[in-house]
């Protein structure tokens, strides 16, 4: 079993930063692809970074490609928001799995097996 907790967030100005982070714990040594997700009011959970051990490689959305960065470990992962937008007001989720991703499927949120609890972040002038 592993614990994932989050913390970070917050409310920022369009053109600002943000970078939450999450913790995990238990059986932590198990997991291989970490990712963060997001859901914006009305709208479905969407995948926004991912990131395999086995891989240097991170993978993007294309909405938040050049602006967010992922980083981390199976134990400690943040995701680093920089120009922040008005479209990025939603909830944040991380994820974590044992599996070993393949790139077809890092973007799948059916293919994570722990989540955190969620985090608010509202890009608002």
């Known amino acids: 079993q592993v614990q994932v907790v989050q913390s970070g967030g917050g409310l920022v100005q369009p053109g600002g930063s943000l970078r939450p982070s999450c913790g995990t714990s238990?059986?932590?040594?198990?997991?291989?692809?970490v990712a963060w997700f997001r859901q914006a009011p009305g709208k479905d959970r969407e995948f926004a970074a991912g990131?395999?051990?086995?891989?240097?490689t991170p993978q993007y959305a294309n909405s938040v490609k050049g602006r967010f960065t992922i980083s981390g470990d199976k134990n400690t992962m943040y995701l680093e928001m920089n120009n922040l937008k008005s479209e990025d007001t939603a909830v944040y989720y991380c994820?974590?799995?044992?599996?070993?991703?393949?790139?077809?499927?890092?973007?799948?949120?059916?293919?994570?097996?722990?989540w955190g609890q969620g985090t608010q972040v509202t890009v608002s002038s």
């Open positions: 990131l395999r051990r086995s891989f240097s």
């Open positions: 994820a974590v799995t044992s599996k070993n991703l393949i790139l077809s499927t890092i973007s799948s949120e059916n293919a994570y097996d722990y």
């Open positions: 238990g059986r932590s040594f198990s997991i291989n692809t």
